[in-house]
């Protein structure tokens, strides 16, 4: 239906924009289009039948970048890895003149088995499928480039944050406990993970959008995934923390207490991946030229502002459009709504107890608030091209946290030297093999020489004789590089003489201070929906002692968030156990009161047969033109108007619900047509008034002009009400609900909210 409409792709990409592996986007911006386009090429009403070269990808897509499996840029175009020439063949380049039919003895069998392509075929299909990730296997990414500020240059030598590098990227989104089929909006801790392709070598940050981990020691985190994941017994429920096993064990176990509180409030849903901070999470150790040291925590954070979904919203959301994070990005970046974040640290010194204002910097349980330790702007993230094929890509790219370049360093936090372990143990079986740093997307963009040989899927093609060192048969090569000459040199660290134990420091036994400063640097709203995800979560436990182990938990961070909790549940609310100290509030983990850019959003506009079809095609055009997308909605597909200026409809009234858009829109008919435009279909509609009782409940900017004021009041959204915007002019009726998408929610719609 909509997606004809402003289709200006066309299938003739130009092919040098394939070939180049620039981390430039390969798509200029097409305004007007909606997009979701599913290929390059609007298919014929009737099968093709004309032979042809395969299509070209659409030109929002690109591939990883064409170089070796050594890391030598090949030349060859980007397409050079897609499939090629315009008949069907086996995989030996034999063309085939039947692929619907098995080789029979006649019409009606028996099958042969000399029927090379038969098996073939379905040999191939048996094998489609790889492990999952054991987390984190749910997600989609983006390729993008990142641009170095040079304000980092004086504390690390990274080459990639030099001012004005740009190093291509991949960025893979993910939820933590859901298979790679659940939904997208579930509550979860998301995982932010970076491929940097700099000249010296691969970085990865490999960090979640939550800054405090559950646990303090790596060893544990088996323990935690299995109380997260499904029941084992029944594998009920999938991709959610709300069941006995996880609340079980966080009950018990209260170093994740911080955690838990990020994954309660609004953290755990976020509208979109655009609009997520994200986190390093463990202190990082920065290394100049000269070789001093700083210690350091990575963010990111979003142009786009933090915002977040309700709870109820990422419910429906769960059921109506499973994909809606993947979709939102993809979408955002076909539409050229470049996705970006800027990259900054907290930068700390030094010291021999690696503590900064009494924060335990290797306890990757607690956060340094920003107001003690501003983040300091270092470069630009910019996601600008979609992947060409998900498995290919998405699904095999390999990150690992021990993927470090000269000038980035490790500090001792032991979660931190666990993950060191895991990741490249459990890519060997995940990617079947040691030789997945071969596959396209892993394949550094520097040059490759590490004597390691052979192995399953081996796809270089090594000379000489000598992998090993010292040798003279291959003239010595390949040769060490000191400093001097870029070689990645660990930063000598002392370590201190001590026993071998099975222990935490004493620093790492507070618990709950860091749970009660997030509590408190939380808005009454904020707070509200915190009480209620606890309520939500710890309601779905079959045993109450379970829930009166976390009561305890949370009577220990705040007495109110418990009682408010402990009401819901029906439950009497503990007294606290422990004393916790009250921390100074730090705004800056609030995400509400702040004004953002509102590119990407979504708005819907209600048309029917009363509208004003002109002002509607205005406000059409002005959405687009300001980044964001309008998808019409009306009574019925097709189109609406004449033929000469005809108006695409995306949705229906059966096909919309409210939780696909920001903001919602009335196009009422013109005033002068007195009552006959009040009866428009819209506004006896019951879809309509859900669409809008639902969003009005969610706190979204709602507008109409003309008659539009019945078909809102029908649903309950009065003029008057916040957020609730009516006029005659539709262009400024716009201007408004766009003014008030800047702060994401319509905040005092909410007798909690801030005023
Ligand atoms: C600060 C703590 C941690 C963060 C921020 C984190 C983040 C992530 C992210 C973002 C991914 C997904 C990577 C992708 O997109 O492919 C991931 C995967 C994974 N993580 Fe972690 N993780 C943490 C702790 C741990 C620990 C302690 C372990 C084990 C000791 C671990 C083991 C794994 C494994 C096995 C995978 C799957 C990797 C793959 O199959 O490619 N993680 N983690």
Not at 1 to 11: D, P, V
Not at 463 to 470: E, M, R, S
Not at 631 to 638: D, E, F, T, V, Y
Request: aromatic residues 8%; negative net charge; glycine residues 10%.
């Amino acid at each position: 239906m909509g997606g004809a409409e402003g289709r200006h792709l066309s299938c003739t990409t130009e092919p040098e924009a394939l070939m180049s592996p620039s981390p430039k986007s390969p798509s200029p911006k097409s305004k007007g289009q909606i997009p979701g386009v599913p290929g390059s090429e609007a298919p014929s009403l009737a099968e093709p039948t004309e032979p042809r070269e395969p299509l070209a990808t659409r030109p929002d897509q690109r591939p990883p970048a064409a170089v070796s499996a050594t890391g030598s840029p090949t030349g060859a175009p980007g397409t050079a890895r897609a499939q090629s020439g315009a008949y069907l063949t086996t995989a030996q380049g034999v063309r085939l003149p039947d692929t619907d039919h098995s080789l029979k003895v006649g019409a009606r069998g028996p099958t042969l088995l000399q029927d090379h392509h038969l098996r073939e075929k379905i040999t191939h299909f048996d094998h489609e499928r790889i492990p999952e990730r054991v987390v984190h296997a749910r997600g989609a990414a983006a390729h993008g480039v990142f641009r170095g500020y040079g304000s980092a240059e004086q504390i690390t030598m990274a080459g990639f944050l030099a001012k004005d590098v740009e190093t291509p990227v991949f960025v893979r989104f993910s939820n933590v406990v859901g298979s790679r089929g659940s939904a997208d909006t579930v509550r979860d801790t998301r995982g932010f993970a970076t491929k940097f392709y700099t000249e010296q070598g691969t970085f990865d940050l490999v960090g979640n959008n939550i800054p405090v981990f559950f646990i303090q020691d790596g060893i544990k985190f088996p323990d935690i995934v299995h109380a997260a994941k499904p029941h084992p017994d029944v594998e009920i429920p999938q991709a959610q923390s709300a069941h006995d096993t996880f609340w079980d064990f966080v009950s018990l176990h209260t170093e994740a207490t911080a955690h838990v509180m990020w994954q309660m409030s609004d953290r755990g849903i976020p509208r979109s991946w655009r609009m997520m901070e994200g986190f390093g999470v463990h202190t990082f150790r920065l290394v100049n030229t000269d070789g001093e040291t700083t210690l350091a925590k990575f963010h990111w954070k979003p142009a786009a502002g933090v915002h977040s979904l309700f709870w109820e919203e990422a419910q429906m959301v769960s059921g109506v459009d499973p994909d809606f994070h993947r979709r939102d990005l993809a979408n955002a970046i076909e539409a050229g709504a470049y996705p970006e974040w800027e990259f900054g640290i907290q930068a700390f010194p030094d010291t021999d107890d690696q503590t900064f204002e009494g924060i335990d910097l290797l306890d990757p349980s607690k956060l340094v608030p920003e107001e003690l330790a501003p983040v300091q702007p270092i470069g630009r993230l910019t996601l600008n091209a979609n992947p060409t094929n998900y498995f290919a890509e998405t699904e095999q790219v390999a990150f690992h946290p021990g993927h470090l370049v000269p000038g980035i360093d490790i500090t001792d936090d032991p979660l931190l030297h666990a993950r060191l372990f895991s990741y490249l143990d459990t890519q060997l079986s995940r990617l079947g093999g040691p030789n997945f740093a071969q596959i396209p997307i892993n394949r550094p963009h520097a040059p490759i020489n590490d004597m390691l040989r052979d192995g399953m899927h081996q796809s270089a093609d090594q000379a000489g004789v000598a992998p090993y060192k010292p040798n003279s048969l291959d003239g010595g090569c390949p040769f060490t590089a000191g400093a001097g000459m870029g070689g990645y040199v660990e930063v000598p660290q002392r370590v201190t003489a001590a026993a071998k134990v099975r222990e935490s420091p004493s620093s790492y036994a507070d618990h709950l201070s860091q749970p009660r400063l997030f509590w408190l640097s939380l808005t009454p709203i904020e707070q509200e929906h915190t009480i209620e995800a606890f309520t939500f979560e710890l309601g779905k436990c079959y045993e109450t002692p379970i829930r009166q182990r976390q009561l305890q938990v949370l009577a220990n961070v705040d007495s109110a968030l418990c009682a408010g909790v402990a009401a819901g549940l029906g439950l009497p609310a503990p007294d606290a156990t422990e004393e916790v100290t009250s921390p100074r509030p730090s705004p800056a983990l609030s995400q509400v009161g702040q004004r953002w850019p509102t590119m990407g959003r979504t708005i819907g506009i209600i048309v029917d047969q009363a509208s004003d079809l002109g002002a509607v095609r205005g406000v059409k055009e002005a959405v687009t033109g300001g980044g964001m997308v309008p998808l019409i909605i009306a009574p019925r597909g097709g189109t609406l108007g004449s033929s000469a200026d005809e108006l695409v409809v995306q949705r229906t009234f059966l096909t919309a619900r409210s939780v696909e858009f920001d903001a919602i829109l009335v196009a009422g008919g013109p005033t002068d047509k007195g009552s006959d435009a009040v009866g428009g279909e819209a506004a006896g509609d019951p879809r309509v008034a859900l669409m809008l009782g639902e969003a009005f409940r969610h706190a979204k900017a709602l507008g109409g002009w003309g008659q539009a004021g019945a078909t809102l009041s029908a649903a309950g959204c009065d003029e008057g009400a916040p957020g609730v915007v009516l006029g005659q002019d539709a262009t400024q009726v716009l201007a408004q609900v766009v003014e008030l998408l800047g702060e994401h929610r319509v905040w005092a719609r909410f007798p909690a909210g801030p005023s």
